[in-house]
């Protein structure tokens, strides 16, 4: 690397020099490595379009020193033509000796005391008139000589200037040629093909001598300047088309939305403006922000921290907008290979984004075959609507996708928990947005929109595991075992746990209320429910406060603050309830806050009587709580807590007639199965027999009418047991509505999971999603969780 500067030296190459620089001022081997392997190719581009420019610059200042010289008969030798301007002007005005040279003299001092600008000018035009106005002069000042010498020297003088045009300097002899001999002498020097020398020719062929003497006088002037415009017109023709050739090839790559901006901007402005692009904007344009699309999930960014990446909201919190840390990235071309690309960090330069197994990290590149094929990604159009998907160049098939806020490389197989296919293609489609976004208030959490089913399974001998089914909604369902402590650990008969994201990180979480005996009750959390699950101790009562067994626990978010809470139903005995609310369920270092929200009073709620589910019924974004309660003599009447948080204060929204709903024939869930925003009840009411039908309530909070119930599916006699099946609730194919599933049992410890994907269409009939196949489910040892 050192020998690689000290080579650079002599080479004008100013870029690459001073990153070359720049990396070995960094310590480690990392910043060396990505300049020798990506960064000096950047450089060398940089240096060759600013060399172009210089040489350019260079060309026209010696043609403008050989016209000044030509014009004031000195010889133009290569040491003359190479001298800086301000050191071109002095050797000028030490070379014009002549007594009647005054005001080129002057010309020189004024220029010398001026700037670069000004020494330009002096050089290009300010000599030649203050030589005009010398010879003019002198001219007067001859007045004793004839008018035919003084017009002698004038056409010399003319001659002289014609010839500085085509950087001549004519002898005394050549300065006085007949004017059409001086004309061919003119285009023999003349480029070919330039408008000077076609002037030149048309001026040759005519045999008036007066077009002869117009084409020196003015005629040559006119044709360089046109020659010159030409030039510039050609120069600015090129800069366009090379610069909506960077345009159109950006485009096709689907990830530098930026570099096609700036590419538009300064082909819409002027001729500087696609310069300036082409020396440092296209460079300069390669950053950017990467954007999840997924629908009510945007506003999100991937974020560059070391280690696993993610995604990061940007919450302002309430504080003035500022650019979110690390979430700007420098899409370079892929560092396996021209066509595909790679995301280096502008925060860790040599840091790329690159999947380690199947979980994507941010690492620094070691320089090797397999880092580079990992870093590099193929840009293809959106899988999930407009924007870009990224597959992964070294494992073709796979994306970037992110579940919550968590990112990886996955298909839509099913084979692992971050293949499923519900979602797949919105959670693999990215924006390629500006760079440097701003904070700003928090957005919707990054939930995963696919539910999972998770259910604990009682070993014996309290010996419990936690299982989640990944893929209910479709595809192939995996399962795996997340927690399992051993025997003695764990009694499964005696925890109550309910499902809810109670940190708020967009993943579901599982609270479990266990019993520790002598009416002892702990809070137990489960905040890592993917595994390897760790519970938590997060609360637990003084001996003989609470028994678990008096208990109704349900979850969700009653208060709207974005953490979903716990509510439970306390059962004082006579018909004497409390509502406790638990709504610091994860805070570190402290109990959940738990404080009662309603009591019923003696003898006015038996809980016993009682099946509650929790739903934002009224669609307000808290959760409220919708309860069937038994008035004996098969009559139901459905009451809402639609503040939970409270004072809560149920109200009656529907009750059947005398005889017509047994509570204990019905098995309510809640959810939003028609997609509407507000959740509704659907129940699974049982005739006996083996023949079940599916209700639906949804106008649960209608102020003023009763829930609208129909049957969306009916079993049909001897084919659904609801004493046999254990129902959940949840999204399980990312539709936006949710969906029930059933652990249903058959003989031989067998049971088949069922899913029902259209809960509010007119026939919810089920599919078979998993069969655990004879010996392997004891449906009476799972706990499902929901």
């Known amino acids: 690397m050192s020998r690689l500067l000290t080579d650079v030296k002599s080479v004008p190459l100013v870029e690459v020099r001073a990153r070359a620089r720049a990396a070995l001022d960094v310590e480690g081997s990392d910043a060396a490595t990505l300049f020798i392997r990506s960064e000096i190719f950047v450089a060398v581009e940089k240096d060759e379009s600013r060399i172009r420019q210089e040489q350019l610059a260079r060309q026209l200042a010696r043609e403008a020193k050989q016209r000044a010289l030509a014009y004031l008969e000195l010889a133009a030798t290569p040491e003359l033509l190479d001298l800086p301007d301000d050191q071109f ?8 000796v002549q007594p009647w040279a005054v005001r080129v003299q002057a010309g020189v001092n004024a220029a010398l005391r001026g700037e670069a600008p000004e020494w330009k000018v002096f050089i290009e035009s300010g000599v030649i008139v203050a030589h005009r106005a010398d010879v003019d002069a002198f001219i007067q000042e001859q007045h004793d000589k004839t008018e035919a010498e003084r017009e002698a020297l004038r056409q010399k003088d003319i001659k002289r200037r014609a010839a500085s045009v085509v950087a001549w300097a004519p002898t005394e002899g050549e300065l006085t040629l007949a004017n059409d001999n001086f004309i061919r002498k003119i285009r023999d020097k003349a480029v070919t093909g330039s408008e000077v020398s076609a002037a ?13 003497a117009a084409f020196i006088e003015t005629g040559i002037h006119a044709a360089s300047a046109r ?10 023709a090129e800069n366009r088309r090379l610069a909506l050739e960077i345009q159109t090839r950006a485009e096709k790559t689907l990830v530098r939305p930026a570099l096609v901006a700036a590419a538009k901007a300064a082909l819409a402005g002027t001729p500087a403006d696609v310069a300036l692009f082409l020396r440092a904007g296209q460079f300069d344009a390669l950053a950017q922000s990467i954007r999840s699309t997924t629908p009510k999930r945007a506003g999100w960014w991937v974020r560059s921290a070391v280690g696993d990446a993610s995604l990061t909201s940007g919450d302002s919190a309430g504080a003035p907008p500022a650019p979110i840390a690390d979430v700007t990235w420098k899409v370079v071309d892929g560092l396996a290979g021209e066509g595909c690309f790679s995301f280096e960090s502008t925060q860790r330069p ?3 984004l690159r999947p380690v197994g199947f979980r994507v990290q941010l690492q620094p590149s070691d320089g090797s075959t397999e880092f580079k094929n990992a870093a590099t990604w193929c840009a293809k159009k ?14 073709p098939g796979r994306y970037l996708r992110h579940l919550g806020a ?3 490389i996955a298909d839509n197989s099913g084979a692992n928990a971050s293949d499923r296919a519900c979602g797949f293609n919105e959670n693999a489609t990215w924006l390629i947005d500006a760079p440097g976004p701003q904070t700003a208030p928090k957005p919707a959490p990054v939930k995963d929109p696919c539910s999972d089913v998770a259910s604990f399974y009682d070993y014996s001998n309290a010996d419990t595991g936690l299982w989640l089914f990944n893929g209910v909604g479709g595809g192939t369902v995996s399962t795996k075992l997340a927690w399992r402590p051993g025997a003695g650990q764990w009694d499964a008969n005696r925890a109550k746990p309910v499902a809810g994201d109670f940190n708020g990180d967009g993943k579901l979480d599982i609270g479990a209320f266990y019993d520790n005996g002598g009416n002892t009750t702990a809070l137990w959390l489960f905040d890592n429910v993917r595994g390897p699950a760790a519970p938590r101790k997060v609360w637990e009562t003084g001996v003989g406060h609470w028994a678990l067994s008096s208990s109704t626990p349900l979850a969700g978010d009653f208060d709207g603050d974005g953490k979903d809470d716990i509510a439970v139903f306390y059962n004082y005995g006579g018909g004497h309830t409390r509502l406790f609310l638990f709504d610091r369920v994860s805070t570190p270092g402290s109990e959940p806050y738990n404080h009662v929200t309603w009591d019923s009073g003696a003898g006015q709620w038996d809980p016993n009587r009682a099946k509650p589910v929790a739903g934002d019924f009224n669609g307000d974004g808290r959760l409220d709580i919708g309860a069937f309660y038994d008035n004996g003599g098969n009559t139901t009447a459905l009451w809402l807590f639609d503040n939970v948080r409270g004072p809560a204060a149920p109200r009656k ?14 098995t309510p869930l809640a959810g939003d199965f028609d997609g509407d925003g507000k959740d509704d009840i659907a129940v699974f009411y049982n005739y006996g027999g083996g023949h079940t039908r599916l209700f639906l309530f949804d106008r649960v909070s209608t102020p003023g009418s009763e829930p609208y119930n129909h049957v969306t599916w009916d079993s049909g006699a001897g084919q659904w047991d609801p004493n046999r099946a254990k129902p959940v609730a949840g999204d399980f194919n990312g539709d936006g509505r949710t969906d029930l599933a059933a652990f249903y049992s058959y003989p031989d410890d067998q049971t088949r999971l069922w899913a029902f994907d259209a809960v509010s269409s007119t026939n919810a009939a089920p599919r078979a999603a998993w069969d655990s196949g004879p010996g392997n489910w004891a449906w009476g040892r799972g706990r499902p969780v929901s």
Do not use: N
């Not at 020659?227 to 600015?236: S, V």
């Not at 609507?385 to 992964?392: H, I, K, Q, R, T």
């Open 406 to 408: 968590e990112l990886w």
């Open 200 to 212: 030149a020719f048309d001026a040759i062929l005519s045999p008036e001598p007066a077009v002869w």
């Open 653 to 666: 929204v529907w009750e059947t007639g005398v005889g017509h709903w047994a509570l204990s024939s019905s």
């Open 89 to 96: 002007i002095r050797r000028v005005g030490a070379l014009m």
């Open 350 to 352: 040599g840091h790329y």
């Open 382 to 395: 959106g899988l999930g609507g407009p924007g870009v998907s990224l597959e992964a160049k070294a494992q």
């Open 227 to 236: 020659d010159k415009q030409i030039a510039l017109d050609k120069e600015i």
